[in-house]
């Protein structure tokens, strides 16, 4: 089980200043990161890192990411947006 504040510093992480990206990383953050293994909170961490640019590119599949645990980490994200817009 992962404890608040890292909970807390993630949700601060996903806000990131850009709308489009807010919209589709703090709804993932609420709903699902606690319930992401150590290795795929790891990769969001990680994902945290990246240029807001990069992440806008492969939100919008313009670009794949050409790191693998990039692209398992936004691959999970896009699925939990595409469920979400079809409730």
Known sequence: MIQDEEL???RWASRRGMLELDLVLEPFVSA???GLDER???RFQQLMECEDQELFAWFLRREQPQNEDHAAIVAKILDYAHRRDRS
Request: one cysteine or more; proline letters at 0%; aromatic letters at 12%.
């Open 8 to 10: 807390k510093r993630m």
């Open 32 to 34: 699902c990161y606690s």
């Open 40 to 42: 795929d909170r790891q």
